[in-house]
């Protein structure tokens, strides 16, 4: 008999994270998740117009050099670097 008291209960996987193909996203969809990535990382900075980024954004998404995230459990996506 083997004593289980010590291990992780394993995640569910249904519960994580996964890339969503940027080609199944509306214009608009893609737009939103681009407009928020921009403000998020380079709005903060000392970027006078972090909007500016937008086209430099859409560019690394169709080069695949940034993805869309999706999360189950928050119900959220948003783009990322690729696992």
């Given at each position: 008999?083997?004593?289980?008291?010590?291990?992780?209960?394993?995640?569910?996987?249904?519960?994580?994270?996964?890339?969503?193909?940027?080609?199944?996203?509306?214009?608009?969809?893609?737009?939103g998740?681009?407009?928020?990535?921009?403000?998020?990382?380079?709005?903060?900075?000392?970027?006078?117009?972090?909007?500016?980024e937008?086209?430099?954004?859409?560019?690394?998404?169709?080069?695949?050099?940034?993805?869309?995230?999706?999360?189950?459990?928050?119900?959220?996506a948003?783009?990322?670097n690729?696992?």
């Open positions: 008999m083997t004593d289980e008291t010590g291990r992780e209960p394993q995640s569910d996987p249904r519960e994580e994270k996964f890339v969503v193909d940027a080609e199944l996203l509306s214009e608009d969809q893609l737009d998740l681009v407009e928020e990535y921009c403000t998020r990382y380079h709005g903060l900075n000392d970027t006078e117009n972090p909007m500016s937008r086209e430099r954004v859409r560019s690394a998404v169709r080069r695949q050099e940034l993805v869309v995230w999706f999360d189950p459990v928050e119900n959220t948003s783009l990322g690729p696992g």
